[in-house]
């Protein structure tokens, strides 16, 4: 579903790498980084890890590594996110904290750099329902227009960060081993906020706002949860 909603209100191929090891992640990313560069790189990883190594299929993938290899992709933005326990360790080689609302400079041309997104510090469990990570759940939702504050239409970079970082906390706040915060880390030349999907390029759904609640809209079966987000009035024209 992660993929096809990319494909839909994103722009560009997207690659689904499925329990698959290691070796087979390194390869497939050497593999895109013999083509030709891009505007945008986006590495989405969600399953288990420590906080020196991812651990996909059951296989040991050091962070140090997978960075060193996410680093030699041509591409102008390079954006890597990881949903998974301990994730946190990634982001503290130049420094994070504990995420505010992510910030960027607003410049005309594009942004050029790297950023690298955790679902949770390093000492943190990633929680999971059994519908998924909730970081990733709530990620989904605002990328399909949740995290649309402004209502352009856009999702932008920051836009879905502040909103996955604070539905994150609030579904985790409750939890006997402490709350879920994101982490950052980027090294950003002056950009403009990266945009990550275009809202036009998929359906809408208007819904009566309500001054206090959310809404939590379900697949036709009523088995998977397709978006979670607060209700909140339109802006006025």
Request: charged share 20%; hydrophobic share 40%; glycine share 10%.
């Amino acid at each position: 579903r992660r993929r096809d909603l990319l494909a839909r209100l994103g722009s560009g191929d997207v690659h689904l790498i499925e329990n698959q090891t290691a070796a087979a992640i390194l390869d497939a990313i050497d593999g895109l980084a013999k083509q030709p560069p891009a505007s945008t790189f986006l590495f989405y990883y969600t399953g288990h890890a420590d906080p020196a190594a991812l651990h996909p299929a059951g296989t040991i993938l050091p962070l140090d590594l997978l960075l060193h290899r996410l680093r030699g992709v041509g591409a102008e933005l390079r954006l890597g996110i990881l949903d998974a326990c301990h994730s946190g360790a990634a982001t503290k080689a130049k420094g994070s904290q504990p995420a505010a609302p992510f910030a960027v400079r607003l410049e005309e041309h594009g942004p050029a750099g790297d950023i690298l997104i955790s679902s949770s510090a390093d000492d943190e469990q990633s929680f999971e329902s059994e519908h998924g990570g909730i970081f990733t759940l709530h990620l989904v939702a605002g990328l399909r227009g949740a995290a649309d504050g402004n209502g352009d239409g856009q999702v932008t970079l920051g836009e879905a960060y502040e909103y996955t970082y604070a539905q994150t906390l609030r579904s985790t706040l409750a939890s006997s081993t402490g709350p879920q915060h994101a982490r950052f880390r980027y090294d950003l030349t002056g950009s403009r906020d990266p945009v990550l999907t275009w809202l036009a390029r998929g359906a809408q759904l208007t819904l009566v706002s309500q001054p206090d609640g959310a809404y939590v809209i379900f697949d036709g079966r009523e088995r998977f949860v397709v978006a979670e987000f607060p209700a909140r009035a339109c802006p006025a024209n």
